[in-house]
């Protein structure tokens, strides 16, 4: 079974409106991380936003804010106010910790849902 | 300031050259990673070294082998090139959260 799913076609949005890019996750470990990459047309991986399994808010960086709904076991990444520049792929990751401090734990990631904005 | 630096960024090969993917991190990170990025697949993870000393197979490890050459150092070789490791090879390092990237070396094997 896939552990982290986003199965959303390509995204559009109007410049300025918000989005909600989905992110479903498996995992049966009580201790794990969630995390959201950009990765734009010129390749590389820009980190977003980080909500821990224990966390109590949903986690807030700027115009990204995470919509965790432990029971659900989904992780929406919620763009608000969008820019051109948010046109890019996004992904969905997931590191579960275990029983250890996490030195062994691996990131698995969606398959990435692609974003455009209008202007 | 330069993070997580990979060498090529370009690489064409023809079927059963070998190479070695080169990455460096200067944060003095104990975790290092290889994934590998196809179209419609997302990151898929091919090895990964916890700490200095250690290496561990992830997800897609068949064709491919790692050293950790020292703390700064992850590299990925690729003995016989096939076709199906035509991809996008990130290097990655952490020490807590969350992974940072190296911008990537396009490899096509002909």
């Known amino acids: 079974a896939q552990k982290i799913t986003q199965t959303q076609p390509g995204m559009f949005v109007q410049e300025k409106e918000a989005v909600t890019l989905d992110c479903t ?11 959201w990459y950009k990765q734009p047309s010129s390749g590389e991986m820009i980190f977003l936003i980080y909500q821990g399994s224990y966390d109590q808010q949903n986690a807030t960086e700027g115009r990204y804010s995470l919509n965790f709904q432990k029971a659900r076991k989904s992780a929406n990444l919620v763009i608000s106010a ?13 590191r579960e910790l275990g029983d250890n401090t996490g030195a062994n734990s691996k990131l698995t990631f969606g398959k990435g849902i692609t ?4 202007p | 300031n330069a993070g997580v630096t990979q060498t090529p960024k370009f690489q064409v090969l023809k079927t059963g050259q070998s190479m070695t993917l080169q990455c460096a ?6 975790s ?4 590998r990025q196809d179209p419609g697949m997302g990151l898929r ?5 916890a700490s200095e000393g250690t290496t ?9 082998n790692v050293s950790r050459l020292n703390k700064r150092e992850f590299s990925l070789r690729l003995e016989s090139a096939a ?3 035509t991809s996008v090879y990130f290097c990655a390092s952490r020490q807590a959260s969350p992974l940072h990237f190296g911008n990537g070396t396009r490899l096509t094997v002909t």
């Not at chain 1, 996750?25 to 995390?35: E, I, N, R, V, W």
């Not at chain 2, 290092?32 to 994934?35: E, G, I, K, L, N």
Request: hydrophobic fraction near 30%; aromatic fraction near 20%; proline fraction near 5%.
């Open chain 2, 56 to 64: 561990d197979k992830g997800e897609v490890p068949n064709g491919y």
């Open chain 1, 82 to 94: 969008s820019q051109l520049g948010d046109s890019a792929m996004y992904f969905c990751a997931m």
């Open chain 2, 32 to 35: 290092m990673y290889w994934y």
């Open chain 1, 25 to 35: 996750y498996d995992t049966s470990d009580p201790s794990y991380g969630l995390f």
């Open chain 2, 83 to 85: 076709p199906s490791q």
């Open chain 1, 115 to 118: 974003l455009s904005v209008r």
């Open chain 2, 25 to 30: 991190q200067d944060m003095n990170h104990n």
């Open chain 2, 45 to 49: 993870l091919i090895y990964y070294s």
